[in-house]
């Protein structure tokens, strides 16, 4: 039951990672590429770990996925010159490719069937969250706070090369505004007919 | 063979079972749309001092359903430049994904579909992926105002599910377990014990903490929603309805039974997050030869009750509150929901370390 | 091992990300105003990390983290040069910063970043530190690159540097996957003992290339003459001299602590990329008009120099690597500093024909920069000479005869370019005015100069003394 259940599953993976480059329609491709993350997931529940599938899915469909598919749909991809480039590049493309296609096919063969690894999704706890957060804050410290710092580069850095201060640009004051006060705004005139203000 | 036949019996009895319990679950819950809506629509009216729907059926009950097969009577329309497909896939996705994620919801003491050991985490995943129904719907329109909606709705949902995520974490600190069972029977015993109401003696330190989390989860839920005043994505001022504008008949139907699956969800998690879920507010003496059935339905009614409650709390909102502009509305999301959560998950955290009894680091 | 002594045991990089994290804090809050302070405090901050740094040096082996980080005098020594050249790069960069107008609060903290990150990845005994520093190094570079965003040829380098260095990346991290994959572990110390099998030789194979890549040797350079000639001046400075020194050094220490076993197998593809190195290097240099490209030629070249110490095994080219290095970032931080006080109205002027007559407008800073470029193509008395003897001799221990020869043809060739800048600042007329320079700059020129020759020529001794006492742990 579990193994139909990969099959399954790793066939839509590997259907859908074809279609993210095959499609023709950015959004499309976008859209298969999700739909890959999300049968990524479901294959991590099939091996146990379900923490790890619910964060792919947070992380990668939930949060990612939707700032791609922003980007994609707002900017106008013109496909046309797109192909063109391609065709300049295939050659050479699919030279690294099959070099890197006969590693994997080398490497798989070096090390030939029946390896029969078992996994263990949740080792030395109850549940896989469990098992990861207790290695996450104790031994990989320093990994986990290195990766929080590149993030946090990452985000000066994205600052840095995008906010512009613009300095006429009128913002709301919000302590100004609720702060004011009857007599700074409201001027009582008795205005008489035929003399205006 | 025979222990074949077996194996396959057991599995496809499973599956069998399965489906049952889910075509209940799934008409009680439709049904029980179908009245919130009207609910909706007459605490509406009563602020405006209207009288809302009071023709088809006693007191307008029914007018839900007549709504229900005027929709699905009418002709499909897609718009000609529409993107076919995903034009029709948005609105399928988002009530899928809307109602799927009721599957882990707990409704009475063992009355839930699949008691996940990682529920919550699910059910934000799940919520989380409501944003495509929207977009996807918005994009595929090829129209302007929905496209604006979309990105709108993109934009503001993606902003608060991160103050939702550190809501829910600050919830998961003080349980201990991300299972929603175990949620809801942490609170057991009283409403002192709710986590919104944090009135022990031992957790007092930590009831403006939680009840701060509770409303910005409250609000996180109208704005993740799309409910009004932050319903920007559709405001119908500026966007006339946005990324709804072109659908009509079943695909509608389909996006808007989305979002009302998707608002009674958010009133069902409030309830179990913060309002102690099937828990009576007092200890109840319970006569030890009821029959399970009977105490289980009896905590069905509590949680209805509380969900019913927090739907009525939504339609008030929407009737009293004017709509929000999109800075205000990013303002609050990103400078002020985030970084009370943040400081909330420190707080709450500090406490389980170092306060919490029994809980030696 | 606790939280305390893992800190105190990884200092100089606990010390800067915790100042490097206030200061983001202050300039966050402070907003512009705080530019003076943020940079005072990040030099401050290198400075100290330095200065901690040397204590590394004198204290053998340190480890933290679960050895995830491991301080040898080795990596200490290049961690010393790493943060002083931050830190000397930051302070002379004032005034340009100014002129280009692109004086920031950000830019001493990205270079601060920076400067952590490749004091890291010197430290990683483990290929997930390894990574994690690279990237924490690159990161900062990408953006500095692109520093001056609204000048096209700016943007263009940060573009192209954050492609092509998103690729080695790639390549970087599925070599570092086929390695764990095939001896179990990420850590340094468990790969050194295992078997070489064929997914340990690819995955070696696309390590090599990803820091290839990050040291800027052939045929992975291609970025560096573009990034140079595109980032700000000041950037450069910054890039040419910390950074390369870090990816050289752990370049070194990843092929002497994690693959030392298998340097047969290894030494060869290092041979090439370091001739290959050599040779583009310099005969790129020779069309070069732009200044700024021929330096990138030449630390192209004398990478490959240097590399030349790695190819020649641990017991004779390591000392030899550091040493080279060390001689090579100081001269050329002061050839760029020097490039940094040619402005006219403000702009920085990059081709060989603006140093026409440099000799006549600033003399001290034409004759600093002539004493630096003889350091950096090695003619004898000054101190680059003695760097080049090193790993040539240390080629030659390891029957590396055809690589010194390589090595000795491109030295002859690299002559020709650098004579070439030394011909038009000494020798011919000038036909415009600049304007003044900083006197921190013009300090800065005369230091380096004065640093590699006479005070490095005469302590030369000492300076590989120490290095062969890095190496020896």
């Given at each position: 039951?579990?193994?139909?259940?990969?099959?399954?599953?790793?066939?839509?993976?590997?259907?859908?990672?074809?279609?993210?480059?095959?499609?023709?329609?950015?959004?499309?491709?976008?859209?298969?590429?999700?739909?890959?993350?999300?049968?990524?997931?479901?294959?991590?529940?099939?091996?146990?770990?379900?923490?790890?599938?619910?964060?792919?899915?947070?992380?990668?469909?939930?949060?990612?996925?939707?700032?791609?598919?922003?980007?994609?749909?707002?900017?106008?991809?013109?496909?046309?010159?797109?192909?063109?480039?391609?065709?300049?590049?295939?050659?050479?493309?699919?030279?690294?490719?099959?070099?890197?296609?006969?590693?994997?096919?080398?490497?798989?063969?070096?090390?030939?069937?029946?390896?029969?690894?078992?996994?263990?999704?949740?080792?030395?706890?109850?549940?896989?969250?469990?098992?990861i957060g207790a290695v996450l804050y104790t031994d990989y410290l320093l990994l986990f706070q290195l990766a929080g710092l590149i993030l946090l580069i990452a985000m000066i850095g994205a600052i840095v090369l995008t906010l512009r201060g613009r300095p006429r640009a009128k913002r709301q004051n919000i302590a100004e505004q609720t702060g004011r006060k009857r007599k700074d705004a409201v001027e009582l005139r008795d205005v008489r007919p035929g003399e205006g203000v | 063979m025979e222990t074949l036949i077996q194996w396959g019996g057991g599995v496809w009895g499973g599956i069998g079972l399965a489906v049952l319990q889910i075509a209940a679950f799934l008409l009680v819950l439709l049904l029980g749309i179908a009245f919130l809506l009207w609910m909706d629509r007459k605490v509406l009216a009563a602020v405006m001092m209207r009288k809302g729907p009071n023709v088809v059926g006693p007191f307008g009950l029914l007018q839900s359903f007549a709504d229900f097969l005027k929709f699905v009577l009418k002709e499909i329309v897609i718009p000609a430049g529409a993107n076919k497909t995903v034009f029709l896939l948005a609105p399928i996705l988002s009530t899928t994904l809307a109602l799927v994620t009721w599957a882990v919801i707990p409704v009475a003491p063992g009355w839930v579909i699949s008691d996940l050991n990682v529920g919550i985490l699910y059910i934000f995943a799940i919520s989380s992926l409501g944003v495509y129904g929207i977009i996807m719907g918005g994009w595929a329109s090829n129209s302007k105002y929905p496209f604006l909606g979309g990105l709108r709705s993109?934009?503001?949902?993606?902003?608060?599910?991160?103050?939702?995520?550190?809501?829910?974490?600050?919830?998961?600190?003080?349980?201990?377990?991300?299972?929603?069972?175990?949620?809801?029977?942490?609170?057991?015993?009283?409403?002192?014990?709710?986590?919104?109401?944090?009135?022990?003696?031992?957790?007092?330190?930590?009831?403006?903490?939680?009840?701060?989390?509770?409303?910005?989860?409250?609000?996180?839920?109208?704005?993740?929603?799309?409910?009004?005043?932050?319903?920007?994505?559709?405001?119908?001022?500026?966007?006339?309805?946005?990324?709804?504008?072109?659908?009509?008949?079943?695909?509608?139907?389909?996006?808007?039974?989305?979002?009302?699956?998707?608002?009674?969800?958010?009133?069902?998690?409030?309830?179990?997050?913060?309002?102690?879920?099937?828990?009576?507010?007092?200890?109840?003496?319970?006569?030890?030869?009821?029959?399970?059935?009977?105490?289980?339905?009896?905590?069905?009614?509590?949680?209805?009750?509380?969900?019913?409650?927090?739907?009525?709390?939504?339609?008030?909102?929407?009737?009293?509150?004017?709509?929000?502009?999109?800075?205000?509305?990013?303002?609050?999301?990103?400078?002020?929901?985030?970084?009370?959560?943040?400081?909330?998950?420190?707080?709450?955290?500090?406490?389980?370390?170092?306060?919490?009894?029994?809980?030696?680091? | 091992m606790n939280l305390i002594t893992d800190l105190q045991n990884s200092a100089p990089e606990a010390a800067l990300a915790i100042i490097g994290l206030a200061a983001v804090l202050i300039g966050a809050i402070v907003g512009e105003g705080s530019r003076l302070l943020i940079r005072t405090i990040a030099v401050a901050a290198l400075a100290g990390a330095a200065v901690l740094a040397a204590q590394q040096y004198g204290s053998g082996r340190l480890e933290a983290f679960g050895a995830l980080y491991v301080a040898t005098p080795f990596v200490a020594f290049a961690k010393i040069g790493l943060y002083a050249l931050a830190a000397i790069s930051l302070l002379v960069s004032g005034k340009s910063l100014k002129e280009a107008a692109v004086d920031r609060y950000e830019y001493p903290l990205l270079i601060l970043f920076a400067a952590l990150g490749g004091g890291v990845m010197l430290s990683a005994n483990s290929l997930m530190t390894l990574y994690l520093g690279v990237e924490t190094l690159s990161l900062p570079s990408y953006v500095l690159a692109a520093f001056r965003r609204d000048h096209v040829r700016s943007a263009e380098a940060g573009l192209k540097y954050f492609v092509l260095g998103a690729l080695a990346s790639g390549l970087l991290l599925y070599g570092c996957s086929l390695v764990y994959g095939f001896t179990g572990s990420a850590s340094y110390d468990v790969i050194a003992e295992a078997d070489l099998s064929i997914g340990l030789t690819f995955g070696m194979v696309l390590i090599i290339i990803g820091l290839a890549f990050k040291a800027s040797a052939a045929p992975l350079h291609v970025w560096t003459p573009d990034v140079y000639a595109g980032a700000p001046t000041p950037v450069v400075t910054f890039f040419a001299t910390a950074p390369k020194l870090a990816a050289v050094a752990v370049f070194a220490n990843v092929m002497f602590s994690a693959f030392n076993g298998h340097e047969t197998d290894w030494s060869p593809i290092i041979a090439i990329i370091a001739a290959l190195s050599m040779i583009i290097g310099s005969l790129g240099a020779l069309t070069q008009s732009s200044l700024k490209r021929l330096l990138a030629y030449s630390s192209i070249a004398n990478v490959g120099f240097a590399l030349i110490g790695l190819a020649a095994g641990v017991e004779v080219g390591a000392s030899a690597i550091l040493v080279y290095m060390a001689i090579y970032v100081v001269g050329t931080l002061g050839l760029f500093v020097g490039l940094l006080t040619i402005r006219k109205d403000g702009e920085p002027l990059d081709t060989i024909d603006d140093l026409n007559g440099?000799?006549?407008?600033?003399?001290?800073?034409?004759?600093?920069?002539?004493?630096?470029?003889?350091?950096?193509?090695?003619?004898?008395?000054?101190?680059?000479?003695?760097?080049k003897l090193a790993v040539f001799q240390a080629g030659l221990e390891a029957d590396l005869l055809w690589l010194v020869l390589v090595g000795v043809v491109a030295s002859v060739i690299s002559l020709g370019y650098y004579l070439r800048v030394v011909w038009a600042m000494m020798v011919k007329p000038s036909d415009s005015t600049l304007d003044r320079s900083d006197w921190v700059e013009v300090a800065a020129v005369v230091g380096a100069s004065v640093a590699v020759f006479p005070v490095l020529t005469i302590t030369i001794q000492s300076l590989l003394d120490a290095a062969a006492s890095a190496t020896l742990g």
């Open positions: 039951m579990p193994l139909i259940a990969f099959y399954i599953l790793g066939a839509i993976v590997a259907l859908s990672a074809v279609l993210v480059v095959a499609a023709r329609n950015p959004v499309h491709s976008v859209l298969w590429l999700i739909c890959a993350f999300f049968t990524s997931a479901g294959l991590l529940v099939l091996i146990g770990a379900e923490f790890l599938a619910m964060l792919l899915v947070v992380v990668y469909v939930g949060a990612v996925a939707v700032l791609f598919l922003f980007v994609v749909m707002m900017l106008d991809v013109d496909f046309v010159e797109l192909k063109q480039g391609f065709q300049n590049y295939v050659v050479s493309g699919a030279a690294i490719a099959l070099i890197l296609f006969a590693e994997i096919g080398v490497i798989a063969a070096s090390i030939g069937p029946g390896s029969n690894a078992t996994m263990d999704p949740s080792p030395g706890a109850d549940t896989n969250a469990e098992a | 993109a934009a503001q949902m993606v902003s608060y599910e991160v103050s939702i995520g550190f809501v829910i974490v600050t919830v998961l600190l003080l349980v201990g377990s991300m299972n929603l069972t175990d949620i809801v029977n942490a609170q057991a015993g009283g409403f002192w014990n709710w986590h919104a109401f944090l009135l022990t003696p031992e957790k007092l330190p930590l009831f403006p903490v939680m009840f701060a989390m509770f409303v910005i989860f409250f609000v996180s839920a109208l704005a993740e929603t799309n409910r009004p005043p932050f319903d920007l994505p559709e405001a119908e001022s500026e966007l006339v309805a946005g990324y709804q504008v072109e659908y009509s008949s079943t695909p509608f139907l389909l996006l808007f039974l989305g979002e009302q699956v998707a608002i009674t969800l958010m009133c069902a998690l409030a309830t179990i997050l913060f309002f102690g879920g099937w828990h009576a507010p007092f200890p109840v003496p319970i006569a030890a030869d009821l029959p399970a059935w009977l105490t289980s339905l009896g905590s069905f009614a509590i949680f209805v009750v509380k969900v019913v409650f927090f739907f009525f709390i939504f339609a008030l909102v929407r009737a009293l509150v004017p709509r929000y502009r999109y800075d205000q509305l990013m303002r609050l999301g990103w400078k002020i929901f985030l970084p009370t959560s943040l400081v909330a998950v420190i707080v709450v955290s500090a406490y389980v370390v170092f306060l919490q009894p029994g809980m030696e680091a | 440099l000799a006549k407008a600033k003399p001290l800073v034409a004759f600093g920069m002539t004493v630096l470029i003889f350091s950096v193509a090695g003619i004898p008395p000054a101190a680059g000479f003695w760097g």
